[in-house]
């Protein structure tokens, strides 16, 4: 390409041939060009629109100089494609004025001179025509305005990085400037102190701007200051002052003459009062700038028009001009309606015509001078009020009526103690809290009752504001801020508030603890706490740097007032004190003074015999921890060779475990000056030498006036003999445990083992003699008959048998929830008669076995006290009558005479049934910690329905003589050795029974002679109750009456005989017992599935009728008898299982489950019941005694059905 050749006026000239670029395009020039580059387009602007905010532009083209550069590519598009930035960003706005703007189009195209500074840039522009302008950024510009092209190379190389920007604008801050060409920042007014215009720089140097021509005609250049160029942006024909070329000259010489004021002010124009301002007003509009321009105050200035209308219509109608110093105008700026305070004037401006044709207005803001002045004036009241507080009660009354003169600083306060009266909360305490608690002592703002102000505060809970004000604490002492901005204060804790002041809700809510400020504090790392203070903020004033520095100046304030009273309470208390003990002083100092001297010759010598004989090893120690005295037992004892320096190396023997203990002591001694104490081993021991010898040392110092250690004085005590004593009770403490734990497990497995095989044995043996009676009634074969017979008998036996092993057991057990303190007496509604009876036919079999009458005799006391149904225990009373009863057939079945009476009586007392002659065992206490008030009689005594029921049963068996009868009721006792070995037993019965009957408030003995049969007699306390309807009047109809229970055969009553036909699900890992269960069942007329553990279970479950889906089709289910133990997965775990299908609604309806286990202990039955278990079942059971429970939990859950 040739050169340009020149012309004299310096221009280029078009080279001849120029016609060899015809080839390019524009865009293939930008594209090349290393500047980032962005093409605007203009045709879519509106015709008449001059404002920015309402152009319509677009991005038509931008190079990769330009894409690479991210984020600035992004603000670029959006300030030209979607405007947004324009209504948020007044130098984006100011940018887009910039671009946008429209030359001559006769001109040649060429270069600006203007230049703009954007986004950290400084941009040239080029008009290509009318419908297109071309933006290029020659470099970025650094903090001082200087243009840097190298940073702008490698700007753009960084695509990942965002490209430098000014700082958002904040509320209140003016425009921000342009650089000059020169690279300097223009000056702007800061506040109104500074009266100086800012002076306009041209590009090329010192040069003024020449202000001979009117702001609204001169030429925008890059001298132009920022609020000329956007005053000249207003689209003024939308404001009624019209377009600027229709101003009249009046306006437009008003106007100027407000552009040049150096100091805040503004002009209202016309009778709608339109709104011009110059650029030192920006930081009084505030949030209003820049819409404010060009807008009637009324509307502008709409929250304060009310107040400022009457003077303004002054000014208007009547010319008057109005000052007015320090006013307070509440104006929406910030984002809430702010208190300020402003001295201003109105002057009417005169036109040319004579008549007021616009308001000057001057306006100085100096809210921060009157708001400061009035929190200071607050400081001084509070101050004041509490400096005549003579004690803490008064210091907080006083500092909330201080507070009270404040309301508008002050429209919600929450005033709390933390202080306990006593000689411990002092200015000396290391607490940084002296009491656990907070008390309310007032409160400005806050109803009665409020969930915000709780009269007293545990100091660690959650109530009201008690949190922060440990927050404040832990900061130490420094307030929590706390504001609705951020979410950090609790909605619920400022609801309902009668806020003082303006009467509206604080945003921020400050707490902050009150510490007394005095010379003492400042030794401690955490002042003491003496209250806390929780304060809302004034609602229409920000919470900047000067409301905080006002919340540290009223703690100060606070903390110094505080600090005071509590000095002359402190002063107070000690000058009492030292009153009282200068009286004492004063009696007692002429008997000190004469004991003095004496005391001090006997004290040396007292002191060294008692250290030579002392037990202990005694040492004194020097300052600095070197021993300076030791007695003989400490040579002893430390087994150091008494030479001189050997005492200095004593820890040497120390055992190397216990050695840093014993160091760590001595040096928080020496360090800390506060007594210590330590047990350690001696290598060397006194007495054995495979033995350590253990050692207590205690020390204490003895301090000079200033604190100083002067001399240690300590001790040493073999406590070898000690140590050895807490080891051997440890281990017997561990052996005590382990064979509890043994003997409990040994019961457990014991119980198990002998429960689990019995139920098949009882259903065995029921079913034997079921099958027996049925074919006797076959009188064909003799012989059969007879083996039928010898099978019943053999049937017969097995019951007993099992019957007598199953009463062991259940001795055991109660046995063991005695030791264990578990026994309960549980009283309910029954018929003491049918207890009895109930237990007399259980002894039917073995009675008729042996051919012993069984008489049941019913006394006439027991009609005459009215007694039918009463309150209490019956399984309790059953286990009773069931001892007494095995004992009297056991020693009865032998004799030629075989007779067993049980009589039943009722009286007041415990004598009604007993002669003379006889008495009951003193009451023997089952649980030491039982008290009289705990046993059930104790709880009826007092009662007017209380009875005593007597029970006596006689046998005509071989008596016993007076020796016997002594052992008789203690543990593991019988009458006799021979006992055993004649009738058998374990000696429980009668001990289980006696503490039985003392825990169902009565008491039990016996009479008997050799050869004349015995009689055990017992009473227990009950209440009476309503009769029953089904109860046995016809007996207690008699005043004595008795009833024999007596047949010549045994039956096994047929259960399925009336009864109720069930689908019962069978879940037992044993297949004998299961196989057994499964018969007596299918015998007794029902329908048994089976199931061989839980997962099983849960399988034929699937399958029923109770299972979603399955109703029509599935199998019926009525119970489940679910054994505990079992592999793949046990009772308790399928009875969670089916608990779980049925709310989540597999299993559609709730089925009843029975444990069927040898594992009956209280804590076994309800951890059964907890997993889903509705009953327990105990082994051993017989099928009579199962088929009722299932019917009862049938019945029960399809009625809650």
Same mark, same amino acid.
């Given at each position: 390409?040739?050169?340009?050749?020149?012309?004299?006026?310096?221009?280029?000239?078009?080279?001849?041939?120029?016609?060899?670029?015809?080839?390019?395009?524009?865009?293939?020039?930008?594209?090349?060009?290393?500047?980032?580059?962005?093409?605007?387009?203009?045709?879519?602007?509106?015709?008449?629109?001059?404002?920015?905010?309402?152009?319509?532009?677009?991005?038509?083209?931008?190079?990769?100089?330009?894409?690479?550069?991210?984020?600035?590519?992004?603000?670029?598009?959006?300030?030209?494609?979607?405007?947004?930035?324009?209504?948020?960003?007044?130098?984006?706005?100011?940018?887009?004025?910039?671009?946008?703007?429209?030359?001559?189009?006769?001109?040649?195209?060429?270069? !600006?001179?203007?230049?703009?500074?954007?986004?950290?840039?400084?941009?040239?522009?080029?008009?290509?025509?009318?419908?297109?302008?071309?933006?290029?950024?020659?470099?970025?510009?650094?903090?001082?305005?200087?243009?840097?092209?190298?940073?702008?190379?490698?700007?753009?190389?960084?695509?990942?990085?965002?490209?430098?920007?000014?700082?958002?604008?904040?509320?209140?801050?003016?425009?921000?400037?342009?650089?000059?060409?020169?690279?300097?920042?223009?000056?702007?007014?800061?506040?109104?102190?500074?009266?100086?215009?800012?002076?306009?720089?041209?590009?090329?140097?010192?040069?003024?701007?020449?202000?001979?021509?009117?702001?609204?005609?001169?030429?925008?250049?890059?001298?132009?200051?920022?609020?000329?160029?956007?005053?000249?942006?207003?689209?003024?024909?939308?404001?009624?002052?019209?377009?600027?070329?229709?101003?009249?000259?009046?306006?437009?010489?008003?106007?100027?003459?407000?552009?040049?004021?150096?100091?805040?002010?503004?002009?209202?124009?016309?009778?709608?009062?339109?709104?011009?301002?110059?650029?030192?007003?920006?930081?009084?509009?505030?949030?209003?700038?820049?819409?404010?321009?060009?807008?009637?105050?009324?509307?502008?200035?709409?929250?304060?028009?009310?107040?400022?209308?009457?003077?303004?219509?002054?000014?208007?109608?009547?010319?008057?001009?109005?000052?007015?110093?320090?006013?307070?105008?509440?104006?929406?700026?910030?984002?809430?309606?702010?208190?300020?305070?402003?001295?201003?004037?109105?002057?009417?401006?005169?036109?040319?015509?004579?008549?007021?044709?616009?308001?000057?207005?001057?306006?100085?803001?100096?809210?921060?001078?009157?708001?400061?002045?009035?929190?200071?004036?607050?400081?001084?009241?509070?101050?004041?009020?509490?400096?005549?507080?003579?004690?803490?009660?008064?210091?907080?009354?006083?500092?909330?009526?201080?507070?009270?003169?404040?309301?508008?600083?002050?429209?919600?306060?929450?005033?709390?103690?933390?202080?306990?009266?006593?000689?411990?909360?002092?200015?000396?305490?290391?607490?940084?809290?002296?009491?656990?608690?907070?008390?309310?002592?007032?409160?400005?703002?806050?109803?009665?009752?409020?969930?915000?102000?709780?009269?007293?505060?545990?100091?660690?809970?959650?109530?009201?504001?008690?949190?922060?004000?440990?927050?404040?604490?832990?900061?130490?002492?420094?307030?929590?801020?706390?504001?609705?901005?951020?979410?950090?204060?609790?909605?619920?804790?400022?609801?309902?508030?009668?806020?003082?002041?303006?009467?509206?809700?604080?945003?921020?809510?400050?707490?902050?603890?009150?510490?007394?400020?005095?010379?003492?504090?400042?030794?401690?790392?955490?002042?003491?706490?003496?209250?806390?203070?929780?304060?809302?903020?004034?609602?229409?004033?920000?919470?900047?740097?000067?409301?905080?520095?006002?919340?540290?100046?009223?703690?100060?304030?606070?903390?110094?007032?505080?600090?005071?009273?509590?000095?002359?309470?402190?002063?107070?208390?000690?000058?009492?004190?030292?009153?009282?003990?200068?009286?004492?002083?004063?009696?007692?100092?002429?008997?000190?003074?004469?004991?003095?001297?004496?005391?001090?010759?006997?004290?040396?010598?007292?002191?060294?015999?008692?250290?030579?004989?002392?037990?202990?090893?005694?040492?004194?120690?020097? !300052?600095?921890?070197?021993?300076?005295?030791?007695?003989?037992?400490?040579?002893?004892?430390?087994?150091?060779?008494?030479?001189?320096?050997?005492?200095?190396?004593?820890?040497?023997?120390?055992?190397?475990?216990?050695?840093?203990?014993?160091?760590?002591?001595?040096?928080?001694?020496?360090?800390?000056?506060?007594?210590?104490?330590?047990?350690?081993?001696?290598?060397?021991?006194?007495?054995?030498?495979?033995?350590?010898?253990?050692?207590?040392?205690?020390?204490?110092?003895?301090?000079?006036?200033?604190?100083?250690?002067?001399?240690?004085?300590?001790?040493?005590?073999?406590?070898?003999?000690?140590?050895?004593?807490?080891?051997?009770?440890?281990?017997?403490?561990?052996?005590?445990?382990?064979?509890?734990?043994?003997?409990?497990?040994?019961?457990?497995?014991?119980?198990?083992?002998?429960?689990?095989?019995?139920?098949?044995?009882?259903?065995?043996?029921?079913?034997?003699?079921?099958?027996?009676?049925?074919?006797?009634?076959?009188?064909?074969?003799?012989?059969?008959?007879?083996?039928?017979?010898?099978?019943?008998?053999?049937?017969?036996?097995?019951?007993?048998?099992?019957?007598?092993?199953?009463?062991?057991?259940?001795?055991?057990?109660?046995?063991?929830?005695?030791?264990?303190?578990?026994?309960?007496?549980?009283?309910?509604?029954?018929?003491?008669?049918?207890?009895?009876?109930?237990?007399?036919?259980?002894?039917?079999?073995?009675?008729? $076995?042996?051919?012993?009458?069984?008489?049941?005799?019913?006394?006439?006391?027991?009609?005459?006290?009215?007694?039918?149904?009463?309150?209490?225990?019956?399984?309790?009373?059953?286990?009773?009558?069931?001892?007494?009863?095995?004992?009297?057939?056991?020693?009865?079945?032998?004799?030629?005479?075989?007779?067993?009476?049980?009589?039943?009586?009722?009286?007041?007392?415990?004598?009604?049934?007993?002669?003379?002659?006889?008495?009951?065992?003193?009451?023997?206490?089952?649980?030491?910690?039982?008290?009289?008030?705990?046993?059930?009689?104790?709880?009826?005594?007092?009662?007017?329905?209380?009875?005593?029921?007597?029970?006596?049963?006689?046998?005509?068996?071989?008596?016993?003589?007076?020796?016997?009868?002594?052992?008789?009721?203690?543990?593991?006792?019988?009458?006799?050795?021979?006992?055993?070995?004649?009738?058998?037993?374990?000696?429980?019965?009668?001990?289980?029974?006696?503490?039985?009957?003392?825990?169902?408030?009565?008491?039990?003995?016996?009479?008997?002679?050799?050869?004349?049969?015995?009689?055990?007699?017992?009473?227990?306390?009950?209440?009476?109750?309503?009769?029953?309807?089904?109860?046995?009047?016809?007996?207690?109809?008699?005043?004595?009456?008795?009833?024999?229970?007596?047949?010549?055969?045994?039956?096994?009553?047929? !259960?399925?005989?009336?009864? $109720?036909?069930?689908?019962?699900?069978?879940?037992?890992?044993?297949?004998?017992?299961?196989?057994?269960?499964?018969?007596?069942?299918?015998?007794?007329?029902?329908?048994?599935?089976?199931?061989?553990?839980?997962?099983?279970?849960?399988?034929?479950?699937?399958?029923?009728?109770?299972?979603?889906?399955?109703?029509?089709?599935?199998?019926?289910?009525?119970?489940?008898?679910?054994?505990?133990?079992?592999?793949?997965?046990?009772?308790?775990?399928?009875?969670?299982?089916?608990?779980?299908?049925?709310?989540?609604?597999?299993?559609?309806?709730?089925?009843?489950?029975?444990?069927?286990?040898?594992?009956?202990?209280?804590?076994?039955?309800?951890?059964?019941?907890?997993?889903?278990?509705?009953?327990?079942?105990?082994?051993?059971?017989?099928?009579?005694?199962?088929?009722?429970?299932?019917?009862?939990?049938?019945?029960?859950?399809?009625?809650?059905?």
């Amino acid at each position: 390409m040739k050169r340009l050749d020149s012309v004299p006026n310096g221009r280029p000239r078009h080279a001849d041939n120029a016609s060899a670029l015809n080839g390019y395009t524009v865009t293939q020039l930008l594209e090349s060009d290393p500047r980032p580059t962005l093409v605007v387009a203009l045709k879519t602007i509106e015709p008449n629109a001059k404002d920015a905010s309402t152009l319509r532009t677009s991005t038509y083209f931008a190079n990769d100089s330009l894409l690479e550069l991210v984020p600035l590519y992004q603000r670029l598009k959006a300030l030209f494609d979607s405007h947004d930035a324009i209504q948020h960003d007044l130098d984006a706005a100011e940018f887009a004025a910039w671009a946008i703007r429209r030359g001559n189009p006769a001109a040649p195209s060429k270069p !600006s001179a203007a230049f703009h500074r954007f986004s950290g840039y400084k941009w040239t522009r080029v008009q290509l025509n009318q419908d297109f302008c071309v933006l290029s950024a020659d470099g970025t510009v650094d903090d001082a305005g200087e243009i840097n092209i190298d940073t702008l190379t490698k700007t753009r190389r960084r695509s990942h990085e965002t490209s430098a920007s000014k700082p958002k604008l904040r509320r209140g801050s003016s425009v921000v400037r342009r650089p000059c060409a020169s690279g300097r920042q223009m000056p702007r007014t800061k506040s109104a102190d500074d009266l100086t215009t800012p002076v306009l720089w041209l590009p090329g140097g010192n040069t003024r701007v020449d202000w001979g021509v009117n702001w609204t005609e001169m030429p925008l250049t890059d001298a132009t200051s920022n609020h000329v160029w956007l005053l000249r942006q207003i689209d003024w024909s939308a404001s009624p002052l019209g377009p600027v070329d229709s101003w009249h000259w009046d306006l437009r010489a008003a106007s100027d003459m407000l552009i040049r004021t150096p100091y805040p002010a503004a002009i209202y124009w016309g009778p709608e009062f339109v709104t011009i301002y110059n650029e030192p007003y920006v930081d009084l509009a505030g949030d209003k700038h820049p819409q404010l321009l060009g807008t009637p105050y009324a509307k502008g200035w709409a929250e304060i028009w009310h107040l400022i209308e009457p003077i303004m219509m002054a000014a208007w109608d009547g010319a008057e001009s109005t000052m007015k110093h320090n006013d307070r105008l509440f104006i929406l700026r910030g984002g809430f309606l702010e208190e300020t305070f402003f001295s201003w004037s109105l002057v009417p401006l005169l036109g040319s015509n004579g008549q007021v044709a616009g308001i000057f207005n001057a306006a100085f803001e100096t809210t921060q001078q009157v708001v400061n002045e009035r929190r200071l004036q607050t400081l001084q009241e509070i101050g004041a009020y509490t400096a005549t507080a003579k004690t803490l009660n008064e210091f907080w009354v006083l500092a909330l009526q201080g507070m009270a003169k404040n309301e508008a600083d002050f429209p919600l306060c929450l005033l709390y103690s933390n202080t306990e009266d006593s000689d411990a909360s002092s200015l000396q305490s290391n607490s940084t809290l002296a009491a656990p608690f907070f008390t309310l002592e007032g409160s400005l703002g806050v109803p009665n009752g409020h969930a915000s102000a709780p009269a007293n505060m545990d100091a660690a809970g959650f109530e009201g504001f008690a949190p922060y004000m440990r927050e404040s604490v832990a900061s130490n002492g420094n307030p929590i801020v706390l504001s609705n901005s951020d979410g950090t204060l609790p909605a619920h804790l400022i609801e309902g508030l009668q806020w003082l002041g303006f009467g509206e809700p604080s945003r921020t809510v400050v707490v902050f603890a009150v510490t007394p400020m005095t010379p003492k504090s400042q030794h401690y790392d955490h002042p003491q706490s003496r209250g806390f203070i929780v304060l809302g903020v004034n609602p229409r004033r920000p919470y900047d740097s000067a409301y905080e520095l006002f919340i540290q100046l009223l703690m100060r304030q606070l903390g110094t007032s505080l600090a005071s009273v509590l000095l002359f309470e402190d002063q107070v208390k000690r000058s009492e004190r030292e009153a009282r003990l200068a009286a004492l002083d004063r009696q007692q100092l002429s008997l000190q003074l004469r004991q003095r001297t004496q005391e001090a010759v006997e004290s040396e010598l007292k002191f060294a015999r008692m250290a030579e004989y002392a037990p202990v090893g005694i040492f004194i120690a020097n !300052s600095q921890g070197n021993l300076t005295f030791c007695n003989g037992m400490w040579w002893k004892l430390s087994r150091q060779a008494r030479i001189s320096g050997a005492e200095d190396r004593w820890m040497e023997n120390i055992v190397q475990a216990d050695k840093p203990v014993v160091a760590s002591a001595w040096d928080q001694l020496l360090t800390e000056k506060i007594t210590i104490s330590a047990e350690f081993r001696l290598r060397s021991p006194v007495r054995d030498d495979s033995v350590d010898t253990w050692v207590l040392m205690s020390a204490f110092p003895e301090k000079d006036h200033e604190g100083n250690i002067r001399t240690i004085f300590g001790c040493m005590t073999d406590i070898s003999a000690q140590k050895e004593a807490e080891n051997i009770q440890s281990k017997r403490r561990e052996e005590a445990l382990e064979l509890k734990r043994q003997q409990e497990n040994f019961i457990d497995i014991t119980s198990h083992e002998m429960r689990n095989p019995l139920s098949a044995i009882l259903q065995c043996a029921d079913q034997i003699v079921k099958t027996a009676t049925s074919f006797a009634e076959y009188d064909e074969i003799g012989k059969v008959r007879d083996l039928l017979h010898d099978n019943a008998d053999a049937a017969k036996t097995i019951n007993l048998c099992a019957s007598h092993q199953k009463r062991i057991v259940d001795d055991i057990l109660t046995l063991s929830k005695l030791d264990s303190k578990l026994m309960a007496i549980n009283p309910v509604s029954v018929q003491p008669i049918q207890v009895v009876e109930r237990v007399l036919t259980m002894f039917e079999p073995e009675s008729n $076995a042996d051919d012993i009458k069984l008489t049941l005799a019913i006394d006439k006391s027991y009609s005459s006290h009215g007694v039918d149904t009463v309150s209490l225990d019956p399984s309790r009373l059953q286990q009773v009558l069931i001892n007494l009863m095995t004992n009297a057939i056991k020693f009865t079945k032998g004799c030629a005479q075989r007779t067993i009476l049980v009589t039943v009586g009722a009286g007041h007392d415990g004598q009604g049934l007993l002669s003379a002659e006889h008495s009951y065992l003193p009451a023997k206490v089952v649980n030491p910690s039982d008290t009289e008030e705990t046993r059930l009689g104790a709880q009826q005594t007092q009662d007017d329905d209380s009875v005593c029921l007597y029970f006596t049963v006689q046998d005509s068996g071989p008596g016993l003589d007076e020796e016997d009868l002594k052992v008789l009721f203690q543990r593991f006792q019988q009458a006799s050795p021979r006992t055993h070995v004649q009738y058998g037993g374990s000696g429980l019965g009668l001990f289980i029974s006696r503490l039985l009957v003392d825990m169902m408030g009565g008491e039990i003995g016996v009479c008997s002679n050799n050869g004349s049969g015995s009689r055990f007699f017992f009473y227990i306390k009950c209440r009476k109750l309503l009769p029953q309807s089904n109860g046995p009047a016809g007996a207690l109809q008699l005043e004595s009456s008795t009833k024999t229970h007596q047949s010549s055969q045994s039956t096994v009553p047929d !259960s399925a005989a009336g009864a $109720a036909l069930y689908s019962i699900l069978i879940v037992e890992d044993n297949l004998i017992n299961q196989r057994v269960l499964k018969r007596q069942l299918l015998s007794a007329g029902h329908i048994v599935h089976t199931a061989n553990h839980g997962k099983q279970a849960l399988e034929v479950l699937e399958k029923s009728s109770a299972w979603h889906g399955n109703e029509e089709n599935g199998t019926a289910l009525s119970v489940i008898l679910m054994d505990i133990e079992m592999p793949v997965m046990d009772g308790l775990e399928c009875s969670r299982r089916i608990r779980e299908l049925e709310a989540n609604r597999k299993i559609t309806r709730h089925l009843p489950i029975i444990a069927v286990t040898a594992y009956a202990r209280p804590e076994q039955v309800e951890s059964a019941k907890v997993a889903g278990v509705d009953d327990v079942m105990p082994k051993p059971f017989r099928i009579v005694e199962l088929v009722p429970k299932i019917t009862e939990l049938v019945h029960r859950f399809k009625t809650d059905e």
